[in-house]
């Protein structure tokens, strides 16, 4: 009878631990979050604002008790934006540190090198770095993506520029890089002439990492262009903008969003062009200069230093993750988190992005822009128009 006893409750205890011993990444005071991001090579400043949000959400969950009393723990690995490291990256994430879930993607081609091991694990996935389409189209039942499409963010800053700031005899241009980012940016532009019904001056294409684009503004003025969207990426785009400045070319300048970080400014206000951005992201109000003044209580002085754009929209992935899993009580799955997350509905931001939805077809939220313009004096934004929803019909 005593050998029956501690059979059944050695069985027992097996039941009971049944639920995490096939979801690694969970304990019964932590769950492990993996985040795959850029901390060496020049793009490192947004790995490192992407690492801070993370770092910032956790220690505010975890004050509050944690989820359902465990402690929220970030595994960091460095793929220095090359593909080929991101899905390394990750297989040490997913086998030797045993995450969880994934919270901080890296860019396009890294995400997307990423995913098979997503899918293969079932691994529920929050991407707020590069919303791209080639990463919800198409649908993968464990990933959700928080951004807008480069597509309605450039048709969204060309139709401000259309309807409000009306340039007279607007000739339009463009400039963009020779692969998939630039497709998306080029079917804005395109969505926008056709439109407005506009002259198209010129279509440009440049490689990925060119330095001089002297040639290509050139081509530029000699088509009249007055209103350019240009998918330049920092350094690039500041160079584009400083040769038509050499030119003395008047425009107005629709722009990708990685332009409102502070190196990117640095680089392109002494152009002295007052281009637009459009953004998923508060940038300059409220939910901004709250989460500055909140990030001083849990983040070093260094950290602070690094918040740009990405702090934020990473922080409010790893708030939505906190909140799906949440959902599930102490019971945590993989399985049980994404069929939460895919009931998230009007998910408050604080006014960090619109609210995050994801209750719809595609997994995706938060595709609502800001338009903002840059002072080049100050090197400060004003923003132009609230969040808008920008996307075809």
């Given at each position: ?296 209580k849990y983040l070093s002085e260094g950290e602070v230093a690094a918040i740009n754009r990405y702090s934020y929209i990473t922080y409010v992935g790893l708030k939505v993750l906190a909140k799906a899993m949440e959902g599930c009580g102490k019971e945590l799955t993989r399985a049980c988190t994404i069929e939460q997350l ?52």
């Amino acid at each position: 009878m005593r050998m029956k006893s501690l059979v059944l409750g050695f069985a027992a205890l097996l039941m009971s631990s049944s639920a995490y011993a096939a979801d690694p990444g969970v304990t019964d005071t932590e769950i492990k979050i993996g985040d795959v991001n850029i901390l060496t090579g020049p793009a490192s400043f947004i790995g490192r604002a992407v690492s801070v949000g993370s770092k910032m959400a956790a220690a505010e969950i975890n004050e509050a008790g944690g989820v359902n009393g465990r402690k929220i723990v970030i595994a960091t690995e460095d793929d220095g934006y090359v593909p080929a490291r991101s899905f390394q990256g990750l297989k040490k994430l997913i086998e030797s540190d045993e995450i969880f879930a994934l919270n901080g993607t890296s860019g396009t081609a890294n995400i997307l090198a990423m995913l098979p091991l997503i899918e293969e694990n079932n691994l529920p996935t929050v991407v707020t770095t590069t919303p791209a389409e080639l990463v919800y189209k198409p649908v993968r039942p464990s990933v959700f993506v928080i951004g807008a499409r480069y597509v309605d963010a450039f048709y969204g800053q060309l139709k401000y520029i259309h309807d409000k700031l009306e340039p007279a005899n607007p000739v339009y241009g463009l400039i963009r890089q020779d692969d998939d980012f630039g497709v998306t940016v080029e079917g804005g532009y395109d969505r926008a002439v056709k439109e407005f019904g506009v002259k198209d001056g010129i279509r440009l294409k440049f490689k990925r990492g060119t330095t001089n684009f002297s040639a290509e503004v050139l081509q530029l003025r000699a088509a009249g262009v007055n209103v350019l969207a240009n998918g330049g990426i920092i350094a690039g785009a500041a160079n584009i903008l400083g040769e038509a400045r050499k030119l003395s070319m008047d425009m107005q300048v629709a722009s990708v969003w990685s332009e409102d970080m502070p190196p990117s400014v640095k680089l392109s206000a002494p152009a002295g062009y007052a281009y637009l951005v459009g953004d998923y992201v508060a940038l300059n109000d409220q939910a901004t200069d709250a989460f500055d003044a909140t990030a001083k209580k849990y983040l070093s002085e260094g950290e602070v230093a690094a918040i740009n754009r990405y702090s934020y929209i990473t922080y409010v992935g790893l708030k939505v993750l906190a909140k799906a899993m949440e959902g599930c009580g102490k019971e945590l799955t993989r399985a049980c988190t994404i069929e939460q997350l895919r009931k998230i509905k009007d998910f408050d931001t604080g006014g960090l992005t619109a609210p995050i939805s994801f209750d719809n077809d595609l997994q995706l939220s938060g595709t609502s822009l800001k338009i903002y313009q840059l002072d080049p004096k100050t090197q400060k934004f004003t923003t132009l128009q609230d969040f808008t929803d920008f996307s075809a019909k």
